[in-house]
């Protein structure tokens, strides 16, 4: 009974795995940054898929929680988004629009939008500015 419990996890691994958009795309960078800013709370590594005014943003939330260490210990959310709208503009840039849901722990649910810009810079894909909304 093990080994099949295992080997299901594994085959759900790499179906999820499978389902991901390819990093090199403008929706993988885009996901990556959500994983990074939001899932994990890793603004170091979402300031790796920033440029222009989204790198600025993610370095000004750093200032802000300079001093305050955020590690595996730290009482993180757990966060979920998908994706609802894509919208290209041209072929160097594309807006996507996601809903997220936040649940925290003895909190209520929180619903957020995210507004994510990806544009092509320097040969790779990076996002130019992300916005967050209720609901």
Known sequence: MRHGTARALALSALLLAGCRAAANTPRGTAERFLDAHY????????????????????ENEMRLVQGQTIDETTRKPSVHYRLLEEHPDGAEAVRYLYHGSIAIEDADRLERRWLVTVRLAGGSWRVTNYEEFEG
Do not use: G, M, S, Y
């Open 39 to 58: 899932v994990r709370i890793d603004l170091p590594a979402a300031l790796e898929f920033t440029a222009d005014l989204a790198r600025h943003k993610v």
